[in-house]
């Protein structure tokens, strides 16, 4: 009885320090991971001393860290991955290189041999990806430039943790290579991400098919915390990042029918692991350290920010990142990293570290961690006062029937179109850089994100008529119909669909009014082919007209049947095998019906004349 007391006081005291800290931190606007940090330091063995083992919850919540990698992963698919290659290994490098090399200086401060002084510039030139990603989820930033920017940098040090784990024991033994054990792992390493890569091929999705068929939804979400624990533990074993082999796991589902019950079931579950992470990082802040050497932390502490900060800086401006965007992006990796502790404490068992050397440097990076949500908080109430006498900023209540959200090359045709037929819109774009440059071509263009709610009040959405949901980014899209459904539900939503998945996801959220962006200007080449083959002008249009009428009915007619792959696949081709037997009927009829034969069988060669 004891011991199943003891077990069960642990999760207890979390739990209501969670509940407790977090609301409070956040009715103080200091954000809910700055409330996990502080309620880990209270409940840490220096202060009330209610939790006695902080690194078995830290082991717990590191599953948190993972878990939110594979819900980044699901939301980018391997050709949107491949198109990232650049700002991952090109930014990603430059800012891991140029934080390491300005952070040797401090390094050698705290000790003159260069072994030491080179493993603790590369564990603090490494960011957290656990603060980023959840600052960015918090404040809505992941669809901004800056915050596609910090995912792509996270991803290159969660790659980067490999070589840097390995470098350790070549330091520690003055460079003298370690044999074939070093080449072994690294073999081992490339066959398990191998592994992840065919086993997600081919046995993932009829694994979740049949799974999903049993109708046990219980199981489903057993099958997903399997998944993503099952490849975190092989990376593991290897020797890799488990948040690293959770993000190719993601990747490789990204495009399959499952990603959103995927999504559902592990939200969570992620959201309370994190927060026990952060919980375990406030109770591992040595205190000592701090009252013993402040000046030494302190000095650490400000010289991480400095010289990253430096270097992020002018990424930031050679990525040519809107300028409102740059401080998240700065600030978001200024900060040092949970992987840091992972490196110096590998450091100290080599005897590469002291122990008061990794307490300076555990502090200095946990300070970081817990002083950046708070940082950046207060760097964007400060740019919110200095961007309120900006003419770009949506300020005097507009009064518009239209309100278009997202003003790329898809919306700027609605507002063309509605311009030029006398229709006013009040358009709104989260890119200050769009902004910009649209106002110099006379467009009256606001900047704003439209998932903020005051922002569509101030918009008119409370008395306008339609809302266009133009925006480029498929969640962004998302978060702005499912607000636009909650308050203001007399609003008909017009929105654009970037494929099939989103269709459908629109479609649950009660948007009726959907165009897949692809689809018409694809029937219009369709048009044109057939009439370089010899069909009229005017039968290439029925045919298409009736092509595309059929396409919507069926997709609507398979939505329901999504997460069934054979039943999806014998509709299609029942429904292609329907459209053409009543194409053929149709032609045969009006081409004898009608002694003019506006409707032109092709002949065995094109046309004379075409082309």
């Known amino acids: 009885m004891e011991s199943h007391g003891n077990w069960l006081m642990t999760p207890l005291v979390l739990l209501a320090a969670a509940v407790l800290a977090v609301p409070l931190a956040r009715g103080l606007k200091l954000g809910a991971?700055?409330?996990?940090?502080?309620?880990?330091?209270?409940?840490?063995?220096?202060?009330l001393g209610l939790i006695s083992h902080p690194s078995t919850v830290l082991e717990i919540g590191e599953f948190g860290v993972v878990l939110m990698m594979f819900l980044v992963g699901l939301e980018l698919e391997p050709k949107r991955l491949w198109a990232m290659r650049r700002p991952i290994f090109g930014w990603g490098s430059a800012q891991m290189l140029g934080c390491a090399a300005l952070l040797l200086v401090p390094a050698f401060w705290l000790d003159s041999d260069w072994h030491t002084a080179v493993i603790a510039a590369l564990g603090l030139a490494m960011s957290s990806t656990a603060v980023a990603l959840a600052v960015l989820a918090e404040r809505n930033l992941g669809g901004t430039r800056a915050g596609q920017s910090v995912i792509s940098v996270a991803l290159l040090q969660d790659i980067a943790a490999i070589p840097v784990l390995a470098l350790v024991p070549l330091l520690a033994s003055q460079g003298r290579p370690a044999g074939g054990h070093n080449s072994a792992k690294l073999w081992l390493a490339l066959g398990a991400l191998v592994a992840i890569v065919l086993g997600g091929r081919l046995l993932l999705r009829p694994l979740l098919r049949w799974i999903a068929r049993s109708g046990t939804p219980e199981i489903f979400t057993a099958a997903s915390l399997l998944l993503v624990l099952g490849t975190a533990a092989?990376?593991?074993?290897?020797?890799?990042?488990?948040?690293?082999?959770?993000?190719?796991?993601?990747?490789?589902?990204?495009?399959?029918?499952?990603r959103r019950a995927l999504e559902a079931d592990l939200e969570p579950f992620k959201g309370l692991l994190l927060g026990m992470f952060f919980i375990a990082v406030g109770m591992g802040l040595d205190l000592t350290v701090l009252?013993?050497?402040?000046?030494?932390?302190?000095?650490?502490?400000?010289?991480?920010?400095?010289?990253?900060?430096?270097?992020?800086?002018?990424?930031?401006?050679?990525?040519?990142?809107?300028?409102?965007?740059?401080p998240v992006?700065?600030?978001?990796?200024?900060?040092g990293g949970e992987f840091g502790f992972v490196v110096?404490?590998?450091?100290?068992q080599a005897t590469l570290l002291d122990a008061a050397q990794r307490s300076v440097l555990v502090a200095a990076v946990a300070l970081s961690l817990a002083l950046t949500p708070a940082l950046l908080a207060w760097v964007q109430r400060r740019a919110g006062k200095e961007t309120r006498s900006s003419p770009h900023e949506l300020k005097e209540q507009q009064e518009s029937p239209v309100i278009i959200a997202g003003f790329?090359?898809?919306?700027?045709?609605?507002g063309?179109?509605?311009?030029?037929?006398?229709?006013?819109?009040?358009?709104?774009?989260?890119?200050?850089?769009?902004?910009?440059?649209?106002?110099?071509?006379?467009?009256?263009?606001?900047?704003?994100?439209?998932?903020?709610?005051?922002?569509?009040?101030?918009?008119?959405?409370?008395?306008?008529?339609?809302?266009?949901?133009?925006?480029?980014?498929?969640?962004?899209?998302?978060?702005?119909?499912?607000?636009?459904?909650?308050?203001?539900?007399?609003?008909?939503?017009?929105?654009?669909?970037?494929?099939?998945?989103?269709?459908?996801?629109l479609r649950d959220l009660g948007v009726s009014m959907i165009e897949r962006e692809t689809l018409d200007s694809a029937l219009m080449s369709a048009r044109s082919v057939m009439e370089n083959i010899g069909w009229t002008p005017h039968a290439a249009r029925q045919l298409a007209m009736r092509f595309r009428r059929h396409s919507v009915e069926q997709m609507e007619a398979m939505r329901p049947h999504r997460g069934d792959m054979d039943t999806l696949i014998a509709m299609s081709k029942q429904g292609r095998q329907q459209l053409e037997e009543r194409l053929a009927q149709e032609r045969r009829a009006m081409a004898d019906g009608q002694a003019a034969r506006p409707w032109q069988e092709p002949e065995q060669q094109p046309q004379a004349g075409k082309s």
């Open 33 to 47: 991971i700055l409330g996990y940090l502080v309620a880990g330091v209270l409940l840490g063995p220096q202060v």
């Open 344 to 348: 110096f404490q590998l450091a100290e």
């Open 408 to 414: 790329g090359r898809y919306g700027q045709i609605i």
């Open 291 to 326: 009252w013993e050497r402040p000046l030494v932390v302190l000095g650490l502490l400000a010289a991480l920010w400095i010289c990253k900060g430096l270097v992020l800086y002018a990424l930031s401006r050679l990525m040519d990142l809107p300028k409102l965007e740059r």
């Open 416 to 505: 063309r179109v509605l311009n030029a037929n006398g229709v006013s819109a009040t358009v709104l774009d989260h890119d200050a850089d769009t902004v910009e440059s649209l106002r110099r071509f006379g467009w009256r263009v606001f900047w704003g994100d439209a998932t903020r709610l005051e922002l569509l009040r101030i918009a008119g959405a409370e008395r306008a008529h339609v809302l266009v949901i133009a925006v480029d980014d498929v969640n962004h899209s998302l978060k702005i119909a499912e607000l636009a459904k909650e308050q203001f539900p007399h609003l008909q939503v017009v929105a654009r669909a970037r494929n099939v998945q989103h269709y459908y996801a």
């Open 329 to 335: 992006f700065v600030i978001l990796l200024a900060q």
């Open 234 to 258: 092989l990376m593991q074993k290897v020797g890799l990042s488990m948040a690293l082999g959770a993000f190719a796991a993601g990747v490789l589902l990204a495009e399959s029918e499952y």
